[in-house]
């Protein structure tokens, strides 16, 4: 933990960074580069869309060629070259366009282009992937950190993935405070200075552990083993699978004495599974008895192949995580705006602005994380046995019930806003809606750790950092979704009346926001469904990476206790120095 703990300091500085540019980002570009409302949302939307996908570049980097530690040092400082250089156009009059109040002389505001245009998305997309390439790593070098088959560090490793998220949290609360203020009262080219300032101090912090950190090296390319594995099974897809497995090229199975199938003593090594079959055409050695090699592309073996497995029966989780990511959405922007139609006042001279509702769930986050990990583990793991108190399938599914919840309660709340200011002509006060905010920070924090906590806890050698950059594409297509919807949404309702639609007025009085967010809590609620049949198919998953001592020690039941056997109690890369 005290070598993770010199990564969760970059965490908390990248986060706050980052957090600080993003959130008031399109007020920059409207004001300062004139760009008009419809674009400027794009260039935001475009902006941590990329970032995030730009994640699996980071996470395929990492362990394929360069390894965590250095792929987080090069792209912090691409990502800090990106806030110095916002900083330095924001602060230089002459790489600007022209001064200009774009609400009361919009027409006649001269709109970045050519050169200053040039260096604004030069700036912003340094800043996108340098922060895409740097986020995956950083959980997946500080669970490197942790020896896997030592049942303490075991332990100590879900308790890291609790900390993450608690520095997450940290760094988006101050960055949804502190520098939202500092930008909104002393300027945006202060405002990305600090941002600057911040992520060096997450470089410094990251450097000053070198001397404690366990690095990982490299695998070579990740991606052609599996490549491999398709392009084999189907040039092989003719052939006939043989019915007993162990004649499969490079099968090291053998059944113990309580019928449990696993692999030898080859701790690498995969035991077979009866799953996507034709995946196992991949492994027929078609020169039996022969001294000729077949080409890595035409013949596979076992282990590669149930790698591949793994990967592909994990896809249905990570999808059901991407309806959760568009409630995320709507968070972001239309309860905002729905607090902005609230009465804000909180005291005779000091309002709430409706963005800082967005610091709700990381306030009660700050709070619950520690609770539920010094308290709810300990007393969980006494009566599961789990090593995490509840297991990571067991956390997201919880997480994505609250956000039905939390989707119901916004429905109810607008519902009542809209009445008291349609039927009363009343204004409520804004803190109503808080409960729908509160409970989506408890969907989060179970839902976000959970999905990191699966995939990095997955039987694939040297595949951490990738695995844990797909939970972060799950944001862009939630975000994508989300924008799909509204759109769908608009044109449904909009043709089947006489009306703009459920969300086509600027004004919510006149939407249907409430209708909007009741078919979310719909839709929630059957993906959450959707959760549970998936979740239950791969927790029957054979699949596992138990040494054979292990495996001879427990037995069928208490390996079925575990739901999917192969994350928890594998033994660590041999290569980790």
């Not at 394929?64 to 800090?80: A, D, H, K, Q, R």
């Not at 020896?147 to 308790?159: E, M, R």
Request: hydrophobic content about 45%.
């Amino acid at each position: 933990m005290r070598a993770a703990a010199f990564v969760l300091g970059l965490q908390a500085f990248e986060i706050m960074a980052i957090a600080a540019v993003g959130n008031n980002l399109i007020t920059y570009v409207i004001n300062e580069m004139h760009f008009s409302l419809s674009e400027s949302a794009n260039i935001v939307t475009n902006f941590v869309g990329t970032i995030f996908i730009l994640a699996l570049l980071g996470g395929y980097l990492s362990d394929s060629y360069l390894g965590c530690f250095w792929t987080m040092l090069i792209f912090g400082f691409v990502e800090l070259s990106g806030f110095i250089l916002l900083s330095v156009q924001a602060h230089l009059p002459h790489l600007k366009p022209p001064q200009c109040n774009m609400l009361t002389d919009g027409e006649n505001c001269v709109e970045a282009k050519g050169v200053k245009s040039l260096i604004f998305f030069v700036a912003l997309y340094l800043v996108a992937l340098g922060s895409g390439c740097v986020k995956p790593n950083m959980i997946a070098h500080g669970g490197d950190q942790f020896n896997q088959s030592n049942p303490k560090q075991s332990k100590k490793l879900s308790t890291y993935f609790n900390a993450a998220y608690f520095a997450f949290s940290m760094g988006e609360l101050f960055a949804l405070t502190l520098l939202v203020w500092i930008q909104t009262h002393s300027g945006m080219d202060v405002g990305f200075g600090v941002s600057a300032a911040v992520m060096a101090m997450g470089l410094i912090s990251l450097v000053s552990g070198t001397l404690y950190y366990r690095n990982k090296p490299p695998q070579g390319s990740i991606l052609t083993p599996i490549a491999q594995v398709f392009v084999a099974a189907i040039l092989k897809r003719k052939q006939i699978c043989p019915s007993n497995p162990q004649m499969l090229h490079g099968s090291k199975n053998r059944v113990l004495n309580n019928g449990v199938v696993a692999p030898s003593a080859d701790s690498g090594s995969l035991a077979h599974t009866q799953r996507f079959r034709f995946l196992d055409k991949a492994c027929i050695k078609i020169e039996v008895g022969t001294n000729v090699e077949e080409s890595p592309w035409r013949l596979c073996s076992v282990t590669q192949v149930e790698e591949v497995k793994i990967l592909i029966s994990a896809i249905p989780i990570f999808a059901c995580t991407i309806v959760f990511n568009t409630i995320l959405a709507q968070l972001q922007t239309f309860s905002v705006q729905q607090g902005g139609a609230m009465d804000t006042q909180l005291a005779k001279s000091f309002h709430i602005p409706p963005a800082s509702l967005q610091s709700i769930p990381y306030i009660i986050l700050i709070i619950v994380v520690p609770l539920y990990d010094t308290f709810f583990v300990p007393l969980a793991r006494k009566i599961t046995g789990h090593e995490s108190g509840i297991s990571p399938l067991q956390r997201i599914g919880a997480g994505l019930c609250f956000a039905t919840f939390s989707m119901v309660s916004a429905a109810i709340m607008e519902k009542k806003r809209r009445d008291a200011a349609v039927d009363s002509n009343k204004i409520l006060s804004i803190f109503w809606i808080t409960p729908q905010f509160l409970i989506f920070g408890l969907s989060e924090m179970l839902t976000a750790v959970g999905l990191i906590e699966f995939f990095y806890k997955q039987s694939l050698k040297g595949m951490q950092a990738f695995l844990t950059a797909i939970t972060y594409c799950s944001y862009s297509f939630g975000f994508y979704l989300s924008s799909l919807l509204v759109s769908l949404v608009n044109k449904i309702t909009s043709s089947s009346s006489s009306n703009q639609g459920w969300l086509g007025d600027n004004d919510l009085n006149k939407d249907r926001l409430d209708l909007f967010y009741w078919m979310l809590a719909v839709l929630s609620f059957l993906n959450f469904l959707s959760y549970l049949f998936w979740a239950k198919w791969y927790s029957y998953s054979p699949i596992s990476l138990l040494t054979t001592t292990q495996q001879e020690t427990l037995g069928d039941d208490h390996l079925n206790n575990y739901g999917f056997i192969n994350s928890s109690k594998h033994s660590v890369d041999e290569s980790i120095p």
